[in-house]
């Protein structure tokens, strides 16, 4: 992979239980922390705040590198909604970064989050717009097949299939606005897809809705 010079770079390693294991839990619950947690937590928000950071520069890998590990420290906390939040952002760096296979697979792995934590309604939901996604990005065969994979993987009972994404020369539909910043916590908010209606914010766990 290729690595860019950063001196403002946080040289510790992602899999540190202690800074995770106090961000994850800490922005998975909305609790306060003090002391050495508090600090260790604010080392890790600075983890987020760097692959934001890289994204936004155009350093798609390397800020799916970093998302994608913080999402194996929040699974490992038993945090499978704020997991499938990270994956779904790391998602979105690999599609960026022309990752497809990589895009695909922590999508997968977004979806199997949101289920575990509960929230299969979520994971059908999301599934469509990933698929507009990545036909967006020009990726039609693997939008193709993953909206055949989840169209079976999500049928559940009373839950039904995960809809098909609209096509792509389907009619616009309006839609609320979708606020830039958290209301909670005042971070930059990132949706998944314009046609989102709630995004969680990545740093204070609020969900917001358009409107």
């Known amino acids: 992979m290729r690595r860019f010079n950063r001196p403002n770079r946080i040289n510790r390693p992602f899999r540190r239980r202690g800074p995770l294991g106090a961000f994850l839990g800490g922005m998975g619950r909305g609790a306060g922390m003090a002391g050495a947690n ?6 890790a928000r600075q983890m987020l705040d760097e692959a934001n950071s890289l994204f936004d520069s155009g350093q798609f890998a390397e800020a799916a590198d970093i998302l994608a590990q913080l999402a194996e420290a929040a699974q490992t906390h038993n945090l499978p909604q704020r997991a499938g939040q990270l994956r779904l952002r790391a ?17 997968r792995a977004a979806l199997a989050a949101f289920t575990q934590a509960g929230m299969p309604g979520r994971a059908v939901a999301l599934a469509p717009r990933i698929v507009e996604q ?3 990005a020009g990726f039609n065969a693997e939008a193709e097949a993953f909206a055949k994979e989840t169209h079976t993987t999500l ?21 609320p606005a979708q606020q830039t910043n958290c209301p909670q916590c005042g971070a930059a908010l990132h949706w998944l897809t314009r046609m989102d209606d709630e995004v969680d914010c990545e740093y204070c766990g609020a969900v917001v809705r358009a409107g």
């Not at 508090?38 to 080392?43: C, F, I, K, M, T």
């Not at 690999?94 to 895009?103: D, E, S």
């Not at 995960?162 to 009619?171: L, T």
């Open 38 to 43: 508090r600090q260790l937590a604010d080392e």
């Open 155 to 175: 049928a559940a009972p009373g839950l039904g299939p995960a809809p098909s994404a609209a096509p792509a020369n389907a009619a616009p539909t309006r839609r």
């Open 91 to 107: 998602a979105q760096a690999h599609l960026q970064a022309r990752n497809a296979a990589a895009a695909v697979e922590h999508s």
């Open 134 to 136: 990545l036909r967006a």
